[in-house]
């Protein structure tokens, strides 16, 4: 047998060596390795399995041939080329490993773990993230075959930087928001569904829809609005879902000076009191806090059990004053003001 023909058949033997070892683990992993997942409760092990079957065959295939092509003597040209040939293609099957690696393993989170945190960040950013990882993945990767190659990656990363540096400063604005977003959706100061007040741009309303960029919020007039995330990080955001539905309501009330102060501050009390809409176990008040120009200033304020009533409830209270008062004889002034008047004579010829 000559020496081509003997390099021939341990090239051939050690390709469907390669390929027999591929299917064989393959075979393993699907037959035995999925009835050991089977026992478990999770599907990662699944996922792991799935992702491994194909590059194990393709690298136990290429390893192979690699071998094969090493039972011939041949020329340095095509030794030279071979050589980075077979770095690119295991780095290729690498890549594509580790690729759908993240991305089942976004997947398995997704399924059995995202749903299950109390927070909705990760709800909201599990699909940026993992473009990030797939992205920074990517770039690993043809780096480290560029450099196999020589090239100088250096100057790349700083072009690279300065892009970079010049599309931040473009979209400022832009990147503000999408910050701001962030940290409204870690420090959760409101969610969906709370009744909030922006006092920066006086804007109140129901919390619709939290977003990368801005906040959609519905006012009482059944309006919706859009605010930009960075306003609201800048300003002062006022709950009154949190901690919970339970409010304080209050209202301004004056009488007349000369008004008993005991007798003015039980009537309104009483009234208050009698009104099936407050929350009996809590305290109702009105506190005699001003002299105003033309009255005794109270600030009559009781609880009631939820928010969203309170213009309705505050209504209620006025109504129910007003005529608890107008029965008692407690005059509730208008402003008013008293203007005097002082004339002086001044004699004829007399000097001013």
């Known amino acids: ?191 969906v569904g709370d009744r909030v007040e922006l006092q920066e741009i006086n804007t109140w309303g129901d919390v619709m829809e939290i977003g990368l960029r801005s906040t959609r919020i519905r006012t009482r007039d059944n309006r919706m609005v859009t605010v930009p995330n960075a306003v609201i990080g800048k300003g002062l955001i006022v709950n009154y879902s949190d901690p919970d539905t339970v409010f304080r309501v209050e209202t301004t009330v004056g009488v007349a000076y000369g008004t008993d102060i005991e007798l003015a501050r039980q009537v309104m009390i009483k009234a208050i009191r009698a009104e099936p809409w407050i929350l009996p176990e809590q305290p109702v008040e009105a506190l005699f806090l001003e002299f105003g120009d033309s009255a005794l200033n109270f600030r009559v304020r009781c609880w009631i059990e939820h928010y969203i009533e309170t213009r309705r409830i505050i209504d209620k209270m006025n109504t129910a004053l007003y005529k608890a008062l107008y029965e008692a004889n407690i005059v509730i002034p208008f402003p008013q003001r008293d203007v005097h008047l002082v004339s002086t004579k001044v004699s004829v010829g007399e000097e001013r």
């Open 1 to 191: 047998m000559t020496p081509f023909l003997l390099s021939l058949l341990n090239a051939a033997a050690l390709i469907l060596l390669g390929l027999i070892l591929g299917y064989l683990i393959s075979w393993l992993l699907t037959q035995y390795g999925r009835k050991l997942t089977q026992r478990t409760a999770t599907i990662l092990d699944n996922l792991l399995i799935d992702v491994s079957v194909i590059p194990i065959r393709a690298a136990l295939f290429f390893f192979g041939v690699q071998l094969a092509v090493q039972q011939f003597d041949l020329p340095t040209t095509w030794q030279n080329f071979l050589s980075p040939l077979f770095f690119v293609i295991y780095w290729v099957i690498a890549f594509l490993f580790l690729y759908r690696l993240v991305d089942k393993l976004f997947h398995w989170y997704e399924l059995e773990i995202a749903h299950k945190t109390e927070t909705q960040l990760d709800d909201k950013f599990l699909h940026l993230f993992r473009r990030l990882a797939l992205m920074i993945l990517t770039v690993i990767v043809i780096i480290t075959v560029l450099e196999r190659f020589g090239v100088e990656v250096s100057a790349l990363l700083t072009s690279l930087g300065i892009g970079s540096l010049a599309v931040a400063l473009a979209a400022q604005d832009t990147l503000s928001n999408l910050f701001a977003g962030l940290a409204i959706m870690i420090d959760q100061p409101f969610k």
